[in-house]
């Protein structure tokens, strides 16, 4: 099919499914072989990159439709999603579908509330819809080199944002590492979600410090170097600080 | 006017101006006499209290109407508000227009976008709009005794937890302290907001580590007891914490 058909046959049904003006747009962030990356779609109609959003049906709530969404769009299922930011300029998507006239659904003004979640992709088999002609994890370091539709690259950055302040309130790991893992192994998941090195000594002051981690009695064997220590997460104390954060008065 | 009539000469307008299904509602909570309020207006129609909330203009950005709703409802000009939740369940608004038919437009589901703020009371002279009764600052610990329109009284517990978990990651007390104050003085804002008291050595170290304070030369002179010392907030320090969080890596 044409990709222009496909999309004025969507408008039509979408009408009677969807409620005008709001969508979703979940940011997936993936942390795999010490690097961040994100989950995109490659579009049919245009080969740009966009996030896996959409509309919002008349009969679900909100926090249905990002997951039926991230579903119907990626294959991804069982995930949980954090609101970060609300996209409102009136003008954000109208250029997109400038090749449309002003009866497209798509077309029309949207504002879309953005969700974000931090995953190891090796979790997810990814299907692309019908719309894309891929779906997959992109290096988030490469984001600036590629063609995004709309304004879904300040989304990701705004999403990327708030990931790197929440890591001061909330531990992140679990999920990303083994159940056994080294700090030096710790300190790079840190460093992919920052962006940036840190130092090792003020690293390990500051992640000891937030009394998560149990040292092991093991190390691991194998390497040509002096067998590094094993922690893993205390389930309790992780719990503890996802609930009240970590530095609570 | 009957205050139904109103309602529905209200609906006619909003059907041209506004979008349909988005919403979005300010939480401006204060700090005064050592006690956390926030900004209510009680309803002509049904006579219970509901945030200053209202519609969005087709012509107008997001972030634009929240400031121009929470003007016209209460009067309020010149404020930082941050968005922190949507809510989005599909009868969330349902109950409050029983009373009148489908084609009301404030009956229709909106998703809304809420926003909040932390600002002196005595900074502002408050206006209630033609469809308030009163517009008034709500004493915190008050909250459970009254009666909220739809699912307010969620929305504004939603924005008092993130607030409490900002005050981990960023300063407060700017607008909200004379210019000198003295450290049982924040430590009353602290308490006030976190909703409980705190330990003064606890406060005292914690505060001070977060280099935000000057401790003055001068003293508090006057009262009965030893004259406390003054602090003042570091300026420079105190916006690079806003813009970078209090324990960033």
């Known amino acids: 099919m044409d990709f222009k058909q496909q999309l004025v046959q969507q408008s039509v049904e979408a009408k009677d499914i969807f409620l005008p003006h709001i969508s979703a747009d979940p940011v997936i962030?993936?942390?795999?072989?010490?690097?961040?990356?994100?989950?995109?779609?490659?579009?049919?109609?245009?080969?740009?990159?966009?996030?896996?959003?959409?509309y919002v049906r008349k009969d679900e709530d909100l926090d249905e439709a990002v997951k039926r969404i991230l579903k119907e769009r990626s294959g991804i299922t069982d995930i949980y999603?954090?609101?970060?930011?609300?996209?409102?300029?009136?003008?954000?998507?109208?250029?997109?579908?400038?090749?449309?006239?002003?009866?497209?659904?798509?077309?029309?003004?949207?504002?879309?509330?953005?969700?974000?979640?931090?995953?190891?992709?090796?979790?997810?088999?990814?299907?692309?819809?019908?719309?894309?002609?891929?779906?997959?994890?992109?290096?988030?370091s490469k984001l600036p080199e590629i063609e995004f539709g709309m304004d879904h690259y300040e989304i990701i950055q705004q999403a990327l944002f708030t990931l790197r302040q929440k890591i001061s309130t909330k531990p992140i790991g679990q999920n990303l590492l083994p159940e056994k893992f080294t700090l030096p192994e710790l300190q790079k998941l840190y460093e992919a979600v920052l962006g940036k090195e840190l130092n090792r000594g003020n690293f390990y002051r500051k992640i000891k410090n937030m009394g998560i981690l149990k040292k092991l009695e093991e190390q691991r064997r194998g390497g040509a170097h002096k067998a590094p220590d094993l922690y893993s997460f205390d389930d309790e104390h992780y719990e503890r600080a996802m609930k009240n954060g970590l530095n609570s008065w």
């Open 81 to 140: 999603l954090e609101e970060f930011g609300v996209f409102g300029k009136k003008n954000r998507s109208e250029l997109y579908f400038e090749d449309f006239d002003d009866t497209l659904f798509q077309k029309q003004r949207f504002i879309t509330v953005g969700y974000y979640a931090l995953y190891s992709p090796s979790m997810f088999r990814l299907i692309p819809d019908e719309f894309s002609e891929t779906c997959e994890w992109v290096y988030v």
């Open 29 to 54: 962030f993936g942390f795999e072989h010490n690097e961040l990356k994100v989950l995109l779609l490659k579009t049919n109609y245009r080969k740009i990159w966009l996030l896996p959003g959409g």
